[in-house]
């Protein structure tokens, strides 16, 4: 049976400190619910946080990295895949995950989203900003949620997984 994957992306070095406190509390409660973490699989931000707290838990981690720089790595990825597509890995970490989580925004993230959108892939904005959640909720064909804590996304997740495609 496939194993469920969730893709937690978010900013690395710019990531604001609840945006590294809700990424670690995600980790946790992904791994709590038996599903598999995929990230951008970096020693940086949320996916450096996100990794941590599945980790601390005992989940399973992946992290898709944009290049082939083995120190770059977190501690935290079980299973770490190499890619040397430096940002054209984002579309890997798409279609890679069954919902793909936003934990704050940058560049990078935004660029996650609008793939996901454009693959008609689940999102779910963990972000108080509220022109991103605009934006994409304007772009989107119902895809977008927002999520208000890490809790409330495994709750939404747990709705969009209890859909059959």
Do not use: H
Not at 43 to 49: F, L
Not at 126 to 153: D, H, K, T, V, Y
């Amino acid at each position: 049976m496939k194993k469920t994957v969730i893709g937690v992306m978010g900013p690395g070095e710019k990531a604001t400190p609840e945006d590294l406190k809700n990424a670690y509390q995600l980790g946790q409660l992904i791994a709590l619910q038996g599903w598999v973490l995929l990230t951008g699989g970096r020693k940086a931000g949320v996916m450096e946080q996100a990794s941590q707290g599945a980790k601390e838990v005992g989940g399973l981690t992946i992290g898709i990295l944009p290049d082939n720089n083995t120190d770059n790595v977190s501690d935290a990825v079980d299973i770490a895949i190499f890619t040397g597509l430096g940002n054209a890995r984002n579309n890997i970490n798409v279609l890679s995950s069954d919902v793909v989580i936003a934990c704050g925004m940058g560049l990078g993230t935004a660029s996650e989203v609008a793939l996901a959108l454009k693959n008609d892939k689940p999102v779910i904005l963990l972000s108080n900003n509220l022109l991103s959640q605009e934006f994409f909720s304007n772009l989107s064909n119902g895809n977008i949620l927002i999520g208000f804590s890490p809790e409330n996304c495994i709750n939404l997740i747990n709705e969009i997984i209890a859909i059959p495609d």
